[in-house]
Every structure is written in C-alpha cells, then in structure tokens.
C-alpha cells in the first residue's frame, strides 16, 4: 500500500473490532508525533518569544487565577 487511497479502502474493509484498534494506535502515533514536534520546536528556540512574553506578562500580574 503506498496511498492514501489505497489505505482507505482496507481500512474501509476491516471489521469493526480492527478498526478500532487501528483508530488507538493512530492516535497514540499522532500524540507521540506531535511531542516529537514539540520537543524539536523547543530545541529550536521557536517558543522563546512566547515564553518570554507569559513570564513577563505574569511578572506583571496580568494573569488571570484560576
């Protein structure tokens, strides 16, 4: 299988009991992706200018309690 339209039509013949086993382990693999994603980001520095503006914006008091 190497489509997306391919992929859908076996996935369209499962039975039920396999599709949602698929459907977990798709969304395990998309959380772990997108940690994956996060953490690379992070590494990056393209959070800084948002992290810095939260701690400065709580440093001012302008946060709201929860």
Known sequence: MSTVEEIKSAISRLPRKEVVRLSDWFEDFKAKE??????????????????KQAIKEFQEDKCTKL
């Open 34 to 51: 997108w940690d994956r994603e996060f953490e690379e980001d992070v590494q990056n520095g393209k959070l800084d200018k948002l992290a």
